[in-house]
Structures are given as structure tokens and as C-alpha cells.
């Protein structure tokens, strides 16, 4: 198992912007799928981004349009541009990778390796 490892999460207020990184273990970005999720108090874990093998992307509906999902690969990063935020979005962010193809991306069974997480919290 590689590494994966969050950081860039904080407070901000309503309508403001963050970008969550994820320093990854360089073999993540040959055959893996990466995706963002995030997690709240007393709510499950939720898909929030997918960046496919092919480098298409999807997105869970309440992030479309707001949130950007991209790596570089010159850095072993993977990226969360997080725009126009919202307090519906305070959570702990997380990344993970997968090499396997049988659920959908937005399902947490699919990961085998995650990081530990980095909090975001929206305030009105």
C-alpha cells in the first residue's frame, strides 16, 4: 500500500474557495483511478470526485459546476479545487485510489487505500 496524504483543507466563509491536495505515492498515477470524498458528523461516506484512468472526470451532483478534480503528474499530486462553497460542504475530505473497475466510483468499497483526511469547514 502507497501513500496518500491530504492537506490544504480550513475555514472559510459561504461563496469562498479552497484547494485540497493529495501527495500520492507515484505508482497511484499508472493504473489507478483516484477519486475525492468527503464525510461529515453522523453522515456516511460520500463520493465527491472521480478522475478515471482515461482522465475523464465525474462528479457528485451537489459539487457540479463548483468543485474540479485534477492531478499533475510531474508532482504526484491529486487536486481538489473546491469553488463557491457552501456549509453543506463541511466535512472531512479524503482521497483515495483503486485499481478495481466493479462498482461505481462513488462507492467506498471500490478503494482499498485512503488517506487520513483533511477537514473543511464552511461557515455562514
Known amino acids: 500500500q502507497g501513500q496518500l496524504a491530504e492537506s490544504g483543507g480550513g475555514s472559510v466563509q459561504t461563496g469562498g474557495s479552497l484547494r485540497l491536495s493529495c501527495a500520492a505515492s507515484?505508482?497511484?498515477?499508472?493504473?489507478?483511478?483516484m477519486a475525492w470524498f468527503r464525510q461529515a458528523p453522523g453522515k456516511e461516506r460520500e463520493g465527491v470526485a472521480f478522475?478515471?484512468?482515461?482522465?475523464?472526470?465525474s462528479y457528485a451532483e451537489p459539487v457540479k459546476g463548483r468543485f474540479t478534480i485534477s492531478k499533475d503528474n510531474t508532482r504526484d499530486i491529486l487536486y481538489l479545487q473546491m469553488n463557491s462553497l457552501k456549509p453543506d460542504d463541511t466535512a472531512k475530505y479524503y482521497c483515495?485510489?483503486?485499481?478495481?473497475?466493479?462498482?461505481?466510483?462513488?462507492?467506498?468499497?471500490?478503494?482499498?487505500?485512503w488517506g487520513q483526511g483533511t477537514q473543511v469547514t464552511v461557515s455562514t
Open positions: 483515495a485510489a483503486s485499481r478495481s473497475f466493479g462498482l461505481h466510483w462513488s462507492r467506498p468499497s471500490r478503494y482499498n487505500d
Open positions: 507515484r505508482y497511484y498515477f499508472s493504473g489507478y483511478c
Open positions: 478522475l478515471d484512468i482515461d482522465g475523464k472526470t
